[in-house]
């Protein structure tokens, strides 16, 4: 993988602020729910998440800048440190002054002293690093009904394990940030990987998507429209009762504050509920009351449009 800094396209001076955005442009442009006919996208995609989890880290971003740990965040192999060390490329002679059991104590601590007793015990399962390397992440893709993701309605997802874990959904989830699950990967000698699980919205039957609201198309019937009237709605959480003005036309959109989707900064969109006057089909008394009706004859309601 490359330098996570050049994978988000900033500079190593970048403020938290310029990693989050340059992570969710990338992040939005390269989500799987996006690109299903393009792997190299989705590779991509993996690529991005893990340079964020690197540099959104504090410590983990520190330790990078420092040369501590790789781009995986697994530590670096301390080559030179304490002077006198050299190998031939290629080859197995090496030649070392010092004591490797000194130099990996003054690095790791307590658990270099259990490595001493020169080069073999000292590298012994090491696998060319400075500690056994942790298992590969598993990436997982949990597809959820929109009115669940609206909601943060928690989850269960059954890994390659046989494992089931409960989720607790957020709103960086819901955007296409992965969910990690620390040590729900595969084995290693260095202990298990992390699961990443990106959430996928199901198309909903009646709801729809705008940003952070949820729209919503509500039949009403022509009385409740005409006179105004007070009617149960659906919403992501339960019904509510909605007041629908008297005089209202199809189009007419109510607003139900904070009924929509959970956003970062702990508030909510709306709810946008959009009504659409239905009319009985095949109503002689509504026929004849129409044709019967005069008081409505010359007013022009596409005069608006130039016609």
């Given at each position: 993988m490359a330098d996570p800094y050049t994978t988000l396209g900033l500079s190593r001076g970048a403020d938290d602020a310029a990693i989050k955005k340059a992570y969710r442009k990338l992040a939005k442009e390269l989500h799987p729910d996006r690109n299903a006919d393009n792997p190299a996208a989705t590779a991509r995609f993996s690529e991005v998440t893990t340079a964020y989890d690197l540099l959104s880290d504090k410590d983990k971003r520190a330790q990078y800048d420092r040369g501590e740990i790789d781009e995986n965040g697994s530590p670096k192999m301390p080559f030179g440190y304490g002077g006198g060390f050299r190998g031939r490329p290629g080859g197995a002679e090496f030649e070392a002054s010092g004591d490797f059991g000194d130099i990996f104590e003054g690095l790791f601590g307590g658990a270099a002293k259990q490595q001493r007793g020169g080069f073999g015990s000292g590298f012994s399962g090491f696998g060319g690093r400075g500690r056994p390397q942790k298992g590969a992440d598993a990436a997982y893709r949990l597809a959820i009904d929109l009115d669940e993701a609206a909601a943060l309605k928690p989850q269960r997802i059954t890994l390659g394990t046989g494992k089931t874990v409960d989720l607790k959904l957020t709103p960086e989830a819901i955007a296409g940030t992965p969910l990690r699950l620390a040590g729900q990967g595969e084995a290693g000698a260095g202990g298990a990987g992390d699961a990443l699980v990106t959430i996928e919205i199901r198309p909903h039957r009646f709801y729809k998507r705008d940003g952070d609201d949820v729209r919503l198309d509500l039949p009403v019937r022509l009385d409740e429209a005409v006179t105004g009237a007070r009617i149960k709605v659906p919403t992501v959480e339960g019904a509510v009762m909605l007041a629908i003005p008297a005089g209202s036309s199809s189009g007419k959109?109510?607003?139900?504050?904070?009924?929509?989707?959970?956003?970062?900064?702990?508030?909510?969109?709306?709810?946008?509920?959009?009504?659409?006057?239905?009319?009985?089909?095949?109503?002689?008394?509504?026929?004849?009351?129409?044709?019967?009706?005069?008081?409505?004859?010359?007013?022009?309601?596409?005069?608006?449009?130039g016609v």
């Open positions: 959109v109510l607003r139900l504050k904070g009924r929509g989707f959970h956003k970062r900064d702990g508030s909510r969109g709306d709810q946008l509920v959009t009504l659409m006057v239905d009319l009985p089909a095949e109503d002689e008394a509504l026929r004849a009351f129409v044709e019967g009706w005069s008081g409505d004859a010359d007013r022009n309601p596409r005069a608006g449009l």
